[in-house]
């Protein structure tokens, strides 16, 4: 038996809803990150709840891609399949590479399992010598799993739900894997119920000795230690970590947070994760829609604390006028919208970045607010932090867009310590002088207005969505009070430019030959698409834009140094519309609309296309 040491590799965990196929991928997540691989990881969930056991559309996967060098993405194809049944490989067959090894429960391939997942008649992948080009390790695991707890007294139901163990067991002996961690996540996570626990370990341990002693594998995965920046980690996937972000900030700015918001797809996690959190001070609230969601936030820090929320494209729309609510009564307000694809409900499950003109435009009147991007899971800290930092020191609403690819998607991430988070400074009233009247619009020399909370003597002031008189906040239908207080507030929104981190390269320089812009998600793709073309002597240029509203204040400057400029977008090319209006540079737009992230090879290829033309 020998050890093959590559430096990465991509496996996906495939197959029913049902199967555990994501609590699977989890575990071995944790476990190579705790071992110290670098790792990216993609769940993709079917969009049906309850989809029809074995049916094409019913597949759930869990993608990760473990290095020992830097991970950018998930990965582009798969180096193992395990398909827990036929669906699950039909459906990922595909982007497994020639030569790649497929684990398969034989249970999964019956006939009415072949039936379902749409084979001819007669037909199994598993015989038919179709499979030849890949290493095809096929068992019964249903069977084994059966029969490692025999004894144990267990119903059949609750004794096939352990075989997504088997599986994982099998699959940590393959990559040289230790099983302690996740025994100890399952005697934690069934402490009530220790009779599942040790059914669930003995099951795990079945599937590294029957791994370890079947001789089906002439070779295992010995991936090495990422050399990563010393430091503490924990894996972090971009809902989590926003809602980490939204109470550390709220600590930094000595107020409380208040979450209110209602369940979508793919938002509702960043809920479930503030629940936690009451201990700090934290509050969320279920409203009964997104309108309500809202305006719960927005009354929340109309009484002086930070008013959050979240959703998807389909919430984001209806909460529309409501942001331009808080946009007129300039108040701290952070909005979440985790993309999804559209339009309409669309495809709940599937990731999109063709929300971006809905956050730049999606209110009436003009009602300009910031909007940044977090471009990986774990980017998604900061940007949160950074949403909430401008929201309470320019008094302003904060659209943050991230995205199903991000949002659900994990990377071992360095955690500050919260003497490194910058302070947050709220603009609160406090003292005046008796003889002076208080004026709510009265502004700084950054435009911004000061935050007076409510029944407090003296600080009493008209608040709404009417027009405001300039410094009183009074009514007014005034036409030039109107136009000049539109402007004051566009030109508050667009100093968020002044105190920004000034755009840099990601990759390249200005002498590089051509510059790929990105925002959100295609930041893995791009990097490792650049570092990839590196290596053929080729010298390309990156920046990715995190601040989309104002744009950078140094990007025309950036972009005049190039004549071949390319966006790749998961859109129909949002972005290039900002960038040519702005600039009006000749930039090419790369597009992507089906749901599913750029690939290395796509970005790759868009590039080598554009150097080729001229």
Sequence with gaps: MKATSPNEAVIFFAGDSGDGIQLTGGQFSETVEIFGNDISTFPDFPAEIRAPKGTLFGVSGFQLKLGSVKVFTPGDQYDVLI???????KTNLHQLKKGGVIIANTAGFDKKNLTLAKYEVGINPLEDHSLDDYDVHDFDVTKMTQE?????????????????????GFVYWMFNQDLKYTIKFLTEKFNNKPDLAVANIKVLKAGFNFADTSETFTSRFSIKPAKLPKGDYRNVNGNQAV?????AAAKKSGLDLFYGSYPITPASNILHQLSRYKNFGVKTYQAEDEIAAICSAIGASFAGQLGTTA????????????????????IPLVIVNVQRGGPSTGLPTKTEQADLLQALYGRNGEAPIPVLAA????DCFEMAFMACKIAIEHMTPVLLLTDGYIANGSEPW????????PKIKPQLVKDKPADEKFLPYERDKNLV?????????????RIGGLEKEINTGNVSYDPDN????????????????????KQEYAQGSEKSKLLVIGWGSTFGAIESAIINLKTERFDIAHVHIKLIHPLPANLGEILRHFEKIIVPEMNNGQLVKVLRSKFLLPIKSVTKIKGVPFTVLEIKEAILNELSHG
Aim: proline share 5%; with cysteine; glycine share 8%.
């Design 482 to 501: 109107h136009e000049q207080m539109i402007k004051i507030r566009a030109d508050k929104v667009d100093k968020v430019a002044d105190v920004f981190p």
């Design 311 to 330: 959703s998807s494209g389909p919430g984001i729309a209806l909460k529309g006028e409501a942001m331009g609510l808080a946009m007129i009564l300039e």
């Design 414 to 421: 360095k955690y500050p310590q919260s003497k490194d988070l």
């Design 375 to 378: 471009a990986t899971p774990k």
């Design 449 to 461: 207005r000061k935050w007076a909370i409510p029944g407090v003597a003296g600080f009493e002031h």
């Design 148 to 168: 490692a707890l025999a004894d144990s007294g267990m119903e059949r139901k609750e004794i096939e739900r352990c075989k997504n163990m088997f599986v994982l």
């Design 83 to 89: 398909a827990m049944n036929a669906a699950a490989l």
């Design 243 to 247: 809602a980490l972000a939204l109470v």
